[in-house]
């Protein structure tokens, strides 16, 4: 089954334009039935493209990891 803490994973490649087709079903399926990983994807990406466009790169590091760990966390206590 595909988790939470998979579709991060998977959502971060995503994102990053790192991703197999197969992999981003995955990803689509579990965001049809899982609203906070949707919610979290609407945050992401509203901000680091906030970011790149401001800076013309990507999101500084530790903005992303703290967001990914937040959302980690958030998962685990589901
Ligand atoms: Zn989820």
Redesign the pocket.
């Known amino acids: 089954m595909f988790?939470?803490k998979d579709?991060i994973d998977q959502l971060l490649e995503f994102l990053d334009g790192e991703i197999s087709a197969d992999d981003e079903e995955h990803l689509h399926e579990?965001?049809s039935g899982?609203p906070?990983?949707v919610s979290f994807l609407k945050t992401y990406r509203a901000t680091p493209n906030l970011a790149r466009r401001a800076l013309g790169e990507t999101m500084p590091e530790d903005f992303a990891r703290s967001l990914t760990a937040f959302l980690r966390e958030r998962?685990k206590k589901k």
């Open positions: 988790t939470c579709s579990h965001l899982c906070p990983c998962c």
